[in-house]
């Protein structure tokens, strides 16, 4: 299956459960405005947070020196372009090398796999999840263009492959740190197909207004105690 999104064929066109009324807008003023808040808030944040990422990195190194304390995983971003994301690691050294033995006890439907309760995340690993700290080396993926603060959050390749074709809408547009299903309370509990449909309701509502909005919830969710974040 071709992970890269021809634009011109989707415009107006019914595909799969996309219903015929589903049109991709370009916004242009909106993607520029957005690419250089994008740009300096990244860069603020860079700043601003190298003496907290020092620390992060020694306590994870501290607390499981086996591995590098930054995980590199490969994903794909707009138009099915594969870029490296960084995160913080939360799990064992080889974790991904253990998904085949611990896929019966996946979570979720779709392509998508996540566990509650993951063996293979570390002691520290836990509390980076649980506030989601373990994402913010992503601003300098934001830096560099290949993520927003805002959209879809960004896929592995093996689960694109198996994208249905209203799957591959949430391809047309950067890919985010955070996302309508990112900010959602039990998004454990929220179903694949449910997920994509808020990746289209974002695609189809997108602005800056949306973003802020989005970004706020997020925010909020955070200071909020819950255990279902992944």
Known sequence: MNAEVNESEMLGQPIGEVPSAFVFR????????KRIIDFFAALLCIVLFVLPFAVILLAILIDDPKAPPIFVQQRVGKNGKRFRMYKFRTMCAHAEEQIGSLREMNEMDGP???IRDDPRITRFGKYLRSTNIDELPQVFNIFLGQMSFVGP????PDEVEQYRESDKLRLLVTPGLTCYWQATHNRTNISFDEWM????KYIMERSIRV???LILKTIAFLFRKTDDRQ
């Open 197 to 200: 449909k808020m990746d289209r």
């Open 112 to 114: 998508v796999f996540k």
């Open 211 to 213: 973003d802020f909005r």
């Open 153 to 156: 959050r960004p896929a592995l």
């Open 26 to 33: 370009q916004k242009p003023v909106y993607s520029l405005i």
